[in-house]
Structures are given as structure tokens and as C-alpha cells.
């Protein structure tokens, strides 16, 4: 039979479409067709083929913009919005515009072409998220930016142009309104009970186990009770944070390992499907927020919203997330 389940936090309902209840082994497998490093402009040696790097982890006495780096951050060549101009609006009777005021920049995560960001070692993603971390609090200073979105886009079907291991951040001069629909349901139910939802959420979860694939002092990833889509994985800080831009040293090394645990498990449960990482954190420059808690989502691309899903705002879910946490928990460490 199948179930409509809702969402905590927003309120939205999933359908989980039971009766197409499908496993692992039932999506395809996607095979790449790789492009190799001949041209690739983020490899190691070819840096002058991007825009002047803006940060990047290196080895001492290196130059920018030269060999002897291990993660490395420059402007997307073809940026979404730049830093110059201005956030004033401007009105045309009933419309509004502004300048493409913001940033777009590429974190080029190793300088290895065929590496793969579940198979790095942990140190090395310790250095990603670090980066992350400098690249949020050096943008937060700009106060026309009100949100920084990081994200990572894992093969053709999920959006990226090309293959050597990357991620990506826009910061915009808006909040986008996702964020405000979540923080007014966190808010509903701090007023009827003085909790946080997530953190309640996270302490079900952790106590329940039946969606949790990997946990840790200071994380857990699980596959939520109302997943979108299949073996959709979010990974929670275990206290209330709302802030991604405050994580602590302890608090990367320990989401350094559940990540990349995460990361390889769906890997070797769906033979490397391509996905979508994203961030979900509070705004910047913007008061009134420390009620959210923030997570990354990690969203395997296995299926293709369609005419029902972009006509209603429901989506169609043949997975459930108990399928699929079971299926993670049972992904060998390889």
C-alpha cells in the first residue's frame, strides 16, 4: 500500500510509492564517459588555464597560481552573479531588478584528475571542508551577501561540466524562500514545545536506527522519514547548530569521516550514481536565525522529476528509506 508521510519541518507530504518498491540493483548504472586530464584546466600544471586563484592550501614557498597545491579555489569562469555592482532594487511598475551582485567560485578539491571525493583519504577531505569553512567566513564579511550556498555536482546527469573532482559556492544578495519555510515550521514547534524540530528529529533517529546508516559523536547520516527521492541522505550535527560557518576543528575531522563514510556507501550500493551534495545553513548578515539547524543533503539522481511532481510540488519516492538505510548500512567499506 503505498503511504503519504510529511515532513517535520515543512509540513510538504512524500509520497512513498510502495507497490514500485524498488532495491538498489533495480536503478540503472550510469558509466561516465570520461574525458581524461589532456584538457582539463583543474589539474595540477594547467592552473593558468582558470581565472587567478583566490585561496588555496599549498606547500610553503609555492607560488599562486602555480604547482605544489592540494586544494585550490578560483572564480567560476562563467560565473552566476560577480562581486561587483550593487544590491540596491530597482522598481518598473510592478517588476523589481538588481545587479547580478554575489560570488561564484570553484573549489577544485584534489589535483588529481581520477580521484574520487569518497575514495580520498580523510585527511584530504578535512582540507575540503576546511576550505569551505575559510571561503564562508572570508564572503560573510560582504554585508550585501545574505546566503552562501556550497554545493557539489558528481557527474553529467547532476549538472557537472566537467569531471576532475570540484565543488562549487554562490553567495547571493536573498535568502532563498526554502529557508524560510523551513525556519517557520522549526519556529511552530519551538512555540508548542521550547525544542528544536531537528534536534528532536536527531534524537528519534538516533534512538529508532532504522533509518541511521553511520553515525558518530558529533554527526549522524540518515535517509529521512519523508525522503524525496531514493536513498536521499542528509548528515546532521548531533547538537544545535545553525551556523555551518562556525564548525569547529573536532567538528570537521568528525563530519570529515561521516561524510566520506556516507559518500562511499552510496557508491558501493548504487556502483557510483551521480549526485547532488548541497548545503543547507542559516543566512548571513541576517538576524533572527539561530533557531535552524543546518545539514548537508546528499540527492543520488536516479530518478527524473516529471509533469506530476513540478505540477503539485509532491514527489514520487519508489524507495523507502528504511530500504535504502538498511542497503547503506550493508555497503562494505571497500
Given amino acids: 500500500m503505498p503511504q503519504l508521510r510529511q515532513d517535520p519541518v515543512t509540513d510538504n507530504w512524500v509520497i512513498i510509492a510502495t507497490e514500485r518498491s524498488k532495491r538498489p540493483h533495480d536503478f540503472p548504472v550510469y558509466r561516465e564517459n570520461r574525458r581524461g586530464p589532456e584538457n582539463c584546466p583543474f589539474c595540477s600544471g594547467k592552473e593558468e588555464c582558470t581565472p587567478p586563484e583566490l585561496w588555496a592550501y599549498r606547500e610553503a614557498g609555492s607560488q599562486p597560481d602555480q604547482p605544489g597545491w592540494w586544494v585550490r579555489v578560483v572564480p567560476n569562469k562563467f560565473p552566476a552573479l560577480k562581486i561587483e555592482g550593487s544590491s540596491e532594487r530597482q522598481r518598473e511598475g510592478i517588476y523589481q ?51 552562501i550556498q556550497i554545493f557539489k555536482n558528481f557527474g553529467s546527469v547532476a549538472g557537472a561540466s566537467l569531471e576532475h573532482p570540484h565543488s562549487q559556492l554562490i553567495a547571493t544578495p536573498m535568502v532563498p524562500p526554502g529557508f524560510w519555510e523551513e525556519l517557520r515550521g522549526i519556529q511552530r514547534h519551538a512555540s508548542d514545545t521550547g525544542r528544536c524540530i531537528v534536534c528532536d528529529l536527531v534524537e528519534h533517529e538516533t534512538q529508532k536506527e532504522e533509518r541511521v546508516f553511520v553515525r558518530s559523536d558529533r554527526f549522524i547520516a540518515l535517509c529521512p522519514y519523508a525522503s524525496r527521492f531514493p536513498f536521499e541522505t542528509w548528515i546532521l550535527p548531533r547538537e544545535h547548530r545553525h551556523d555551518f560557518g562556525s564548525i569547529s576543528e573536532p567538528e570537521i575531522e568528525d563530519l570529515a569521516g561521516v561524510m566520506r563514510a556516507s559518500l562511499h556507501k552510496l557508491g558501493t550500493a548504487l556502483q557510483s550514481p551521480p549526485y547532488n551534495l548541497v548545503l543547507h545553513t542559516a543566512p548571513v548578515n541576517v538576524d533572527g536565525v539561530e533557531q535552524y539547524h543546518w545539514r548537508i543533503e546528499v540527492i543520488p539522481r536516479l530518478t527524473i522529476v516529471a509533469g506530476f511532481e513540478w505540477g503539485t510540488g509532491y514527489y514520487i519516492n519508489p524507495t523507502t528509506p528504511e530500504i535504502a538505510a538498511e542497503s547503506m548500512r550493508e555497503a562494505l567499506m571497500q
Avoid at 108 to 123: C, K, Q, V, Y
Avoid at 124 to 139: A, P
Fill in 97 to 147: 531588478t538588481m545587479d547580478g551582485v554575489g560570488a561564484h567560485e570553484v573549489i577544485i578539491e584534489t589535483p588529481e584528475h581520477e580521484a574520487d571525493f569518497s575514495r580520498l583519504g580523510l585527511e584530504q577531505v578535512k582540507e575540503i571542508i576546511r576550505i569551505w569553512r575559510d571561503r564562508y567566513q572570508d564572503l560573510r564579511r560582504d554585508h550585501r551577501l545574505k546566503y
